[in-house]
């Protein structure tokens, strides 16, 4: 079947305007993730979905971050007035259920974002 | 000190070598992923262990959770193992993860 998707696969857009990045997890998939990796830097947690609802937020980096994921399947995360250090690649993935663990995820291919 | 270690971070073999990546870290776990990232950026989960050894192919994963260390062996390496290994644990209610170790095999 389909495994993970995202769109754009790249974007580039100018410092100050807003983005946003779609994940189209696997069919089924309850859990959902989002990752950060910048140039050269190692991955980097976001955040996490059980359904609908994000436990935690702490993991995003500033207040113009925000994620969203409505009727347990898509989920979005918007940049609001980007800067420079928001070039990354943001990924995601996803899991038929969270566990402590973790476990059990399938990576998407990347939204590689350049902010000029 | 990063909660998670790993060493080394560059590694380059000739082709048919045994491969060890090692991963240290200061947290509690419930569970260590390794993963691989592939030259053209994408990830694949390799393992997730909380015990023991487990084997996959040529791959094989190691931990030892009283001294908060793991390792992933390549047996028989391959060009097609050049990839970066990444390995992860869980902390709360995220991820915490390794700078990684960029593994080239050459033939």
């Known amino acids: 079947g389909a495994g993970v998707s995202q769109s754009p696969s790249n974007k580039v857009t100018e410092k100050g305007k807003d983005v946003e990045l779609r994940c189209d997890p696997i069919?089924?998939?309850?859990?959902l993730y989002w990752y950060r990796q910048s140039l050269g830097q190692g991955l980097e947690f976001l955040i996490y979905?059980?359904?609908?609802?994000?436990?935690?937020k702490s993991g995003l980096p500033s207040d113009r971050f925000s994620a969203e994921r409505t009727g347990g399947s898509v989920s979005t995360l918007t940049i609001q007035r980007t800067q420079q250090e928001d070039s990354a690649v943001y990924l995601c993935?996803?899991?038929?259920?969270?566990?402590?663990?973790?476990?059990?995820?399938?990576f998407g291919p990347g939204t590689r974002l350049t902010v000029t | 000190k990063n909660e998670v270690e790993q060493s080394p971070q560059n590694l380059t073999a000739q082709e048919g070598e045994f491969i060890t990546i090692n991963c240290s870290y200061s947290?509690?776990?419930?569970?260590l992923h390794w993963l691989q990232q592939h030259p053209g950026g994408g990830i694949v989960s390799l393992f997730m262990?909380?015990?023991g050894k487990k084997k996959h192919g040529r791959l094989i994963a190691t931990i030892n959770i009283q001294e908060k260390h793991s390792s992933l062996h390549i047996t028989a390496s391959h060009p097609r193992d050049s990839a970066v290994y990444i390995c992860?644990?869980?902390?709360?209610?995220?991820?915490?993860f390794g700078t990684g170790t960029r593994l080239q095999v050459f033939p």
């Open positions: 993935a996803s899991s038929l259920a969270w566990t402590e663990g973790f476990g059990g995820q399938y």
């Open positions: 992860a644990v869980p902390n709360t209610d995220k991820l915490i």
């Open positions: 979905f059980q359904g609908n609802s994000a436990p935690d």
């Open positions: 262990l909380s015990s």
């Open positions: 947290v509690g776990i419930s569970a």
């Open positions: 069919s089924g998939h309850t859990a």
